[in-house]
């Protein structure tokens, strides 16, 4: 699916911002029960999501109730503290509407690097999609000392739920409990834990902060936050949103003048993905000296043979050309998937269409690439790809 620092976001949680932990690594563990076991599915079927708290010290009043909802549409990140005089004139923006300090580093996950976010559960929650935020369940056991996972690293990187795993550091790490899947709707973090537990594993202090501004101004108020900011602070604005070309009628798409792909291009896509077949599926995989691939690091391998850029992740991928219906699917467009049921709609998966519906594909940890039947499901459509905006696409 991902690799982490190759995403909107490589200054912020890849570049300027620490990756090693301090050697401090005892982490505080509220809870009572590692039993891995999901609440009544019956009362609340979002409750597979998140495992058991079991017995707990912490107050019923421990995490807040969920407030006003915030999208976040800034993000700021520092390789230390952000100044308190920095953050005050942020906050006292005219029509900033929220600010939200946490901590942020690109850390170690079961072993997989991830961007990963210490924050306050109470007040964080409200800048979360609606059905992570809605889950008190997820905030007590965040609170609790638990660490909260994106669905696709649970689902593809092969996390399990309820289980003990790594966290912290390349060098040092400490136990961690899986205590939620669920998506935070921020590009490049897959991992969200307490302040408390991020201070126990020596994360920054502070280092970054969430900002909701009003909608449509994001890249005014961008533009002043960054004047605000000390030399070494970056701001990059919450996955940017991208129009996706339209097709014509019927699902049609421009066929001349370079905006799509010429068959000698289309063969060497799928010559080149045929090449990889057998290789493991691996977790921000991208090439042989990782070992494998995982889904998007395939199709920029397979694409880049044939002198196309393609970004890192599905979910931009999926913009780097028409999408069509599935009916209208020719061989060397992608299909996408959005499998992550924590956050409907999101491009969480990512193939390559080879005709008579089949699909070259790298699906999850465990798997290898391989050719599969295409299932529509949770298909959302076929992307035409422009090598032009594939290359203009960020990501």
């Not at 700021?76 to 100044?83: G, N, R, S």
């Not at 889904?295 to 991928?317: K, T």
Request: proline share 8%.
């Amino acid at each position: 699916m991902r690799k982490p620092n190759r995403r909107v976001l490589p200054t912020i949680i890849g570049v300027s911002v620490v990756t090693t932990l301090a050697a401090n690594v005892a982490v505080l563990v509220a809870h009572g029960s590692n039993d891995p076991a999901p609440r009544d599915q019956a009362a609340d079927k979002k409750a597979r999501f998140v495992a058991a708290s079991g017995a707990s010290n912490l107050s019923p009043t421990a995490v807040a109730p969920l407030g006003k909802r915030l999208t976040p549409h800034i993000l700021v990140a520092a390789p230390a503290t952000l100044p308190p005089d920095s953050v005050a004139k942020i906050r006292g923006m005219r029509g900033v509407k929220g600010a939200e300090l946490v901590d942020a580093v690109q850390g170690m996950v079961a072993g997989k690097r991830v961007g990963l976010l210490g924050v306050e559960p109470s007040t964080f929650r409200n800048y979360t999609p609606k059905p992570t935020a809605q889950s008190d369940a997820l905030w007590r056991n965040v609170a609790a000392g638990d660490a909260a996972i994106s669905f696709t690293l649970g689902s593809d990187g092969g996390v399990q739920l309820g289980s003990q795993v790594p966290v912290g550091g390349k060098d040092r790490q400490a136990p961690l409990r899986v205590g939620a899947y669920a998506t935070m709707g921020i590009s490049d973090v897959d991992a969200v834990i307490s302040h408390t537990a991020a201070q126990s594993l020596g994360m920054p202090t502070s280092n970054a902060m969430l900002i909701s501004v009003p909608k449509g101004r994001t890249k005014a108020y961008l533009k002043a936050v960054r004047k605000a900011l000390p030399k070494r602070a970056k701001a990059v604005e919450v996955n940017p949103e991208i129009d996706y070309p339209k097709a014509g009628a019927g699902g049609k798409v421009p066929t001349s003048r370079g905006q799509v792909m010429t068959a000698q291009q289309v063969d060497t896509v799928i010559r080149a993905a045929y090449s990889r077949i057998g290789w493991p599926y691996v977790w921000g995989g991208e090439s042989e000296s990782e070992g494998g691939y995982d889904c998007s690091g395939l199709m920029q391998y397979a694409f880049a043979r044939a002198g196309i850029r393609l970004p890192r992740v599905a979910a931009d991928q999926a913009r780097t050309g028409w999408v069509v219906p599935y009916s209208k699917a020719q061989p060397g467009d992608m299909l996408i998937f959005a499998n992550d049921p924590t956050a409907p709609g999101y491009i969480s998966h990512i193939t390559l269409y080879i005709g008579k519906g089949k699909m070259i594909a790298a699906p999850r940890t465990g798997t290898r690439v391989q050719v599969q039947n295409v299932y529509t499901g949770t298909l959302k459509g076929a992307v035409r790809v422009s090598p032009g905006r594939a290359a203009r696409t960020p990501g």
